[in-house]
């Protein structure tokens, strides 16, 4: 239990139960998105990716095993401690803004439930991810043993103002289209291209089709693919919208090394923001009937763009050259315990 500000309630540890859990944390994301700095918290697309890239869409139980939540006395909840990756000893700590001071007890947790002994068995080791600009993080960090690796990613933000977006030009002989409902071809499509364009073996068929078929955020009109003149898929970019925070969330993009250099990503991204606009003035309009405080400067185009972590330098190129010349980027060194 943790007191903290006398002004705040007082927060209890409890763990993760079902699925009304994802709901709540997802709120939280949502809550937390406008108050907190460029990528403080998750998007709520890689809080879906979490619960719903898998073989099976029912809950598992070993993932939820890896999850604990903070919450207020009164049952508000202000802070979570996930995994990202399950074998990669790592954690993810969320928390509201108000509510950091239960950070190091959030540490705490994950150095004793998600961190693995070291090969030789001397301590255990757990990697961590802190923003450069988090400093209250960082010196936690420091002052309970952990120091700064190598690894890392980056996330971007773009505001969109009222700037144009360059029109999408497609290379030769690629079609543009979106992945079809239901279509095991495309699943097994961009589970391979994907695997490919991040040298990994992260995604299947299965996994594809159960994020398709159940994650809150995805929607096939704004998943786009470049189909190549064979038929195979060269290049994906995913695009994601919160209605609530305004916010566009574009994950994932890669291309198959087959393909690139040919501006594939690039048309991609640029046609996935101009029907970002498009869908966001469609969702302002809706919700400006019903509670009537969208004004018609908000209900045109969407505040913003997330691009969460990425890892190759092709899809930050890409992102760079879609129009997001004034675009924040961010690093996520990872901290390691020495």
Not at 280 to 295: C, D, E, N
Not at 299 to 315: G, H, I, L, Q, V
């Amino acid at each position: 239990m943790t007191a903290g500000d006398s002004n705040l309630p007082r927060v209890v540890a409890r763990p993760y139960r079902d699925d009304s859990d994802f709901w709540r944390v997802r709120n939280l994301l949502i809550e937390t998105y406008p108050i907190t700095p460029t990528a403080f918290n998750w998007s709520t697309r890689r809080w879906d990716s979490q619960r719903f890239h898998r073989a099976e869409a029912a809950l598992d139980p070993r993932w939820a095993e890896g999850i604990r939540l903070w919450e207020t006395e009164g049952g508000r909840l202000v802070g979570v401690v996930s995994s990202e990756n399950h074998s990669d000893f790592d954690a993810v700590l969320q928390v509201h803004p108000d509510y950091r001071h239960i950070e190091e007890e959030m540490l705490a947790w994950a150095e004793a439930h998600l961190a693995v002994p070291s090969q030789d068995g001397s301590k255990r080791r757990l990697l961590v991810s802190a923003l450069d600009y988090d400093t209250p993080r960082r010196r936690l960090l420091e002052r309970r043993g952990y120091e700064k690796t190598s690894q890392g990613v980056v996330s971007r933000r773009l505001r969109f103002g009222q700037r144009a977006i360059p029109q999408s030009r497609l290379a030769a002989g690629y079609t543009l289209r979106t992945t079809r409902p239901g279509d095991m071809g495309d699943c097994l499509g961009v589970a391979e291209l994907l695997n490919a364009a991040f040298e990994l073996s992260l995604d299947s068929l299965e996994e594809i089709r159960t994020f398709w078929a159940h994650s809150p955020s995805f929607r096939h009109d704004l998943d786009l693919v470049a189909e190549a003149p064979d038929g195979s898929l060269a290049a994906h970019v995913g695009v994601a919208y919160d209605p609530v925070t305004r916010c566009g969330i574009v994950e994932p993009v890669g291309t198959h090394p087959s393909h690139w250099r040919r501006g594939l990503a690039l048309a991609l991204l640029r046609e996935g923001l101009r029907r970002l606009c498009v869908f966001a003035q469609r969702t302002a309009r809706r919700w400006g009937r019903v509670t009537r405080t969208w004004t018609r400067a908000t209900a045109w185009r969407p505040t913003s763009c997330m691009m969460p972590p990425a890892f190759r330098k092709p899809t930050g190129a890409a992102f760079g050259a879609s129009g997001s010349r004034r675009a924040t980027c961010l690093r996520f060194p990872r901290w390691a315990q020495r």
